[in-house]
């Protein structure tokens, strides 16, 4: 529509089916490129991704047309097809049901890439459970507790 301008930034995170922590370091960044390649195919501009062992980390500029469901089932699927076609998981993989999507101001944008981009630094602190939980306490999200994601606690160990 003419006339028509937008600006969004989303951070999504998800993680393999029952927090497993099955990204294995040997094949991380080409997760990464081939999620890359899912997000700018669906029009979004990618800014940051870290994908660990037992979670992924995606902040995009977003395309408004397209719903936020609609393209992480997008990369889920794609990527899920992909990592099982290049064996790359000695056991069987699958994502998670589920993910957060938090939004994110245009003067947040570099603390978010750096924040994205330093997450092996930042798990050897701190799980990804704690991490989680502070994400969506900071964007004052209710969650009930049966609902979260199960936690794998080891997952700062990519040996």
């Known amino acids: 529509m003419a006339n028509t301008y937008t600006q969004f930034y989303v951070h999504l995170v998800f993680s393999p089916k029952n927090r497993s922590?099955?990204?294995d370091k040997s094949w991380k960044d080409s997760l990464e490129k081939y999620i890359t390649g899912i997000v700018q195919q669906n029009g979004h501009k990618m800014m940051a991704i870290s994908c660990m062992p037992d979670h992924v980390h995606i902040f995009i500029g977003?395309?408004?047309n397209q719903l936020i469901p609609v393209?992480?089932?997008n990369i889920k699927t794609s990527s899920n097809a992909w990592i099982k076609e290049n064996r790359f998981s000695k056991y069987k993989f699958e994502w998670q049901r589920g993910y957060g999507a938090f939004s994110?101001?245009?003067s947040q944008v570099d603390n978010v890439v750096k924040y994205v981009m330093?997450?092996?630094e930042h798990h050897r602190k701190k799980h990804f459970r704690?991490?989680?939980l502070?994400?969506?306490m900071k964007n004052e999200v209710n969650y009930k507790d049966e609902y979260l994601f199960e936690f794998f606690d080891d997952s700062n160990n990519w040996d």
């Open 118 to 120: 330093n997450q092996e």
């Open 21 to 23: 922590a099955l990204i």
């Open 71 to 73: 393209l992480v089932e």
């Open 62 to 64: 977003y395309n408004v």
């Open 134 to 136: 502070e994400i969506l």
């Open 130 to 132: 704690s991490e989680y």
């Open 104 to 106: 994110h101001s245009r």
